[in-house]
């Protein structure tokens, strides 16, 4: 949490610590099959953006926010 507060991402830290939470690679895991069954997942998306593709957690935060609303039953 404070390495990606700092703006460190997943890569980063697993050269630096040698490991990295396995919520990382569970949120990678569940955009490929999310992307594989036609399920918005996004949340997981954003997270899996910040920790592997160097997007900000305020870019993150931002495109969640400005999503258009709709019914999640949809």
């Known amino acids: 949490g404070l390495a990606v507060a700092k703006g460190q991402g997943a ?10 939470a396995e919520g990382a690679w569970t949120c990678r895991a569940a955009t490929v099959l999310a992307t594989q069954h036609g399920v918005e997942l996004p949340i997981a998306v954003q997270v899996e953006a910040v920790l592997w593709q160097g997007k900000s957690v305020k870019a ?4 969640l926010l400005n999503r258009s609303a709709r019914d999640e039953a949809e």
């Open 11 to 20: 890569e980063d830290f697993m050269r630096e610590c040698g490991m990295v």
């Open 60 to 63: 993150g935060i931002s495109d």
